[in-house]
């Protein structure tokens, strides 16, 4: 499968103010099965030069590369302001971000491509976001901003450039059998308890959180909670007009109780977000669903 496109056209009243948002999914190749999400390509332009403010929901671990307006993100204390290559860890939290018209690529590394990929335990770089340049965890990505941050270079030729340094860096780590256990049980949305994951993936609760803290970024029982979620939130967004009941994840025992996870995960009720514009984030997640299958990247399957 080849790349993807998708494109947004601003509609109805508020057409003059509404950004246009284009996307291009690019499946990677097959050597790097169970490495990344997507490789992904966004091409957003604003109204007489203003920004859109939007907030993304918990994820894996991201890099993105910008040619154009840079953004403005924050993750709770942690913020950046203007940086041409941006990182964040897994996280937990929203990231609220502003930006401009922008040329944009972004790489997600599932936990297999964190392992082979990124020298740093997740745990210490959950709910972080940085200047990908500056940090050590993620300098070695910086060469890419040679090619993907330059206006200049065409869709193939970064593409390209992505593809060629991901060969150069990428490593095999042994515990990557046991990632994947743990990811598929996660993702099945069967497991109601950190010993059911543990049973799911074969192996002792103390190796189970091992192996979240180090790949993962957080315990199993926070992954289990963030994926209960993440369901929820998705199905939400994907279904214009519907309320919080109908999309709610079974596992959740009343409404009470999601209101209190959507509180801890999105730091606001989910009437407060309901009503908040999405002007980028509701057009990436329906063009990723029909491109990739899932919505969002918590979503996606260990390997394809």
Known sequence: MGEIEFVREPAGASARRAPL?????????????GCFTTFYHLDLETRAGGQVEDYLQPEWANIRFFAGARPFAEIGSSRIDGPRFSATGPSSRPCRFRLGTSRMWGIGFLPVGWARFVEAEAYDLANVVCDGEAHPAFARFAPLCETLCDPEASLDEQYAAILGWMDALMRSNRDEPKIVRVHEALVSGACASVADIAEASG?????????????????????????????????????????????????????AQFTREFREFMTMNPSDYAALDHPILSAFMEARAKAWGSAAQTLDRPAR
């Open 21 to 33: 948002v284009r996307s291009r999914f690019h499946p990677p190749p097959g050597r790097f099965d």
């Open 203 to 255: 192996m002792s609760i103390r190796t189970l959180e091992r192996v979240c803290r180090r790949y993962f970024g957080f315990t199993p029982k926070l992954l289990m909670r963030r994926q209960r979620f993440m369901r929820s939130l998705s199905a939400f967004m994907l279904r214009d007009g519907s309320r919080w009941t109908e999309a709610m994840d079974g596992h959740y025992h009343d409404q």
